[in-house]
């Protein structure tokens, strides 16, 4: 069996997950922590890393990003 849970902190700038395995008599607990980016954000940092036209979308089939967005993809063209 899989025990999930899920917490969003600092303003919306962490996620922590913690996932506990049991199998029988036995239960292992892993933590984990990412830090999670606004769409102006990740579009500003991959600018200052020399990205041009970039775009942000809310999936991979291209769907607008916005407060329903699954996902956020950023997608971006470098120069040399």
């Known amino acids: 069996m899989i025990i999930e849970r899920h917490?969003?902190?600092?303003?919306?700038?962490r996620?922590?997950?913690?996932w506990?395995?049991?199998k029988g008599e036995t239960a292992k607990s892993?933590?984990?922590q990412i830090r999670l980016y606004s769409g102006q954000e990740m579009k500003e940092l991959m600018?200052?890393?020399g990205f041009e036209e970039v775009k942000v979308y809310g999936d991979l089939d291209g769907?607008?990003?916005?407060?329903?967005?699954?996902?956020?993809?950023?997608?971006?063209r470098k120069i040399r």
Not at 7 to 13: G, L
């Open 63 to 76: 769907i607008e990003y916005g407060i329903d967005a699954q996902r956020l993809i950023s997608v971006g």
């Open 15 to 18: 996620g922590r997950s913690e």
């Open 20 to 22: 506990i395995l049991v």
């Open 30 to 32: 892993f933590r984990l």
């Open 47 to 49: 600018q200052k890393a």
């Open 7 to 13: 917490e969003i902190s600092e303003n919306w700038t």
